[in-house]
T-cell receptor
Framework: GAGVSQSPSNKVTEKGKDVELRCDPI?????LYWYRQSLGQGLEFLIY????????KSGLPSDRFSAERTGGSVSTLTIQRTQQEDSAVYLC???????????FGSGTRLTVV | AQTVTQSQPEMSVQEAETVTLSCTYD???????LFWYKQPPSRQMILVIR??????QNATENRFSVNFQKAAKSFSLKISDSQLGDTAMYFC???????????FGQGTRLTINP
């Protein structure tokens, strides 16, 4: 597709359940980022994939969070045993060449009840 | 450490007025880049304007311009002739060359009133 696609657009889950958020980046973009945007806050870096290199997981807030990128394309962010504080918008961005080449998806709004 | 601060949580102006959004940043690096992103209700982050730190000339994109004060580590966004469609969250961000991560400020919610 022409842009970064994220699914689902909205997700409501019960506390303690696991959730998977999906990101389809722009074809050919080698870098992919996940950010979290909590209500009234800026974007918080979670994890970064670049080609075949080991991902930079330094932003993941706890071991309940994990992410993988399949075949250098689609990425899945998994949150296990969700907590209410996990409620946020999760944004994915893929990066092409050049500065400012970040293209963001429309995010997944996760609500943990 | 790299930090970005936006001190104005919300702003509101009338259509056609000029508005300036403030941003300060802190980095010890000499090679970095600064950005302003717009986030409308659709949630998608849209690049508005970018500035390379080594360039003294302020970047301009149509009605959008920046006032880059390197010594003061200030990077404000000016929107001229504001339009209703400019209503959105605006985020300032920095990227250190080689660091690979955008660091964002807390955002400013801008409302353009008819």
């Amino acid at each position: 597709g022409a842009g970064v696609s994220q699914s689902p657009s909205n997700k409501v889950t019960e506390k303690g359940k696991d959730v998977e958020l999906r990101c389809d980046p722009i074809s050919g973009h080698t870098a992919l980022y996940w950010y979290r945007q909590s209500l009234g806050q800026g974007l918080e870096f979670l994890i970064y994939f670049q080609g075949n290199s080991a991902p930079d997981k330094s932003g993941l807030p706890s071991d309940r969070f994990s992410a993988e990128r399949t075949g250098g394309s689609v990425s899945t962010l998994t949150i296990q045993r969700t907590q209410q504080e996990d409620s946020a918008v999760y944004l994915c961005a893929s990066v092409g060449l050049g500065l400012g080449g970040y293209t963001f998806g429309s995010g997944t709004r996760l609500t943990v009840v | 450490a790299q930090t970005v601060t936006q001190s104005q949580p919300e702003m509101s102006v009338q259509e056609a007025e000029t508005v300036t959004l403030s941003c300060t940043y802190d980095t010890s690096e000499s090679n970095y880049y600064l950005f302003w992103y717009k986030q409308p209700p659709s949630r998608q982050m849209i690049l508005v304007i970018r500035q390379e730190a080594y360039k003294q000339q302020n970047a301009t994109e149509n009605r959008f311009s920046v006032n880059f004060q390197k010594a003061a580590k200030s990077f404000s966004l000016k929107i001229s002739d504001s339009q209703l469609g400019d209503t959105a969250m605006y985020f300032c961000a920095s990227l250190i060359q080689g660091a690979q991560k955008l660091v964002f400020g807390q955002g400013t919610r801008l409302t353009i009133n008819p």
